[in-house]
């Protein structure tokens, strides 16, 4: 009777242990990918803050065109765009965003499109376009594709898609003085 209660007892301790594992996992994930250097500064609650461009940052977990999401995003709020993206360091900032925001890896939707003008990508929110992070051999305009996707194939790495895909979506807006 008394090693029944013993491995009752042990078996009780052991899945205790695997509960306390299980719920600090995710911490510890978020750790590993650097997103505690996250904040958010001046930005509203949810947002994070990216001082080079001065402009706070939000992932949304919906899907949709392109198009609706910066809609969407301009609703959202005051100045707000699909973002823009200036460097490397802002590049892996955004990866980071989606991460923190429970995104995983998953492919996002940022700022950057042909759809004016085939070849000539621009960012929704006049920002010059100088930087860029495609995927190996993008972008390829694959069946007329004019919108690009950010976290293709790889963390941070760009794609350009069609623009009616559905995709999540990171949000930007500007702080303004006014
Ligand atoms: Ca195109
Ligand atoms: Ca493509």
Known sequence: ???VWVLVLTALLASDVA?????????ETLQNIGC?????GPCAT????YRPAR????????RLPWVTAE???????????LPSIRSCHQNAFISRVIYAGRGGKQSTWIGLNDICRERHFRWIDRSPFRYARWAHGEPN??????????????VGLWNDISCHTRRRFVCSYKLHCD
């Open 19 to 27: 509960g306390a594992n299980n719920s600090t996992e995710p911490e």
């Open 1 to 3: 009777m008394m090693l």
């Open 141 to 154: 305009n694959s069946g007329n594709e004019d919108c690009v996707e950010t976290n293709f194939r790889h």
């Open 46 to 49: 949810h947002w994070y803050y």
């Open 55 to 62: 402009s706070c940052y939000r992932f949304f977990h919906h």
């Open 36 to 40: 505690h250097g996250l904040s958010r």
């Open 71 to 81: 809609h969407y995003c301009r609703r959202v709020a005051r100045y707000g765009h």
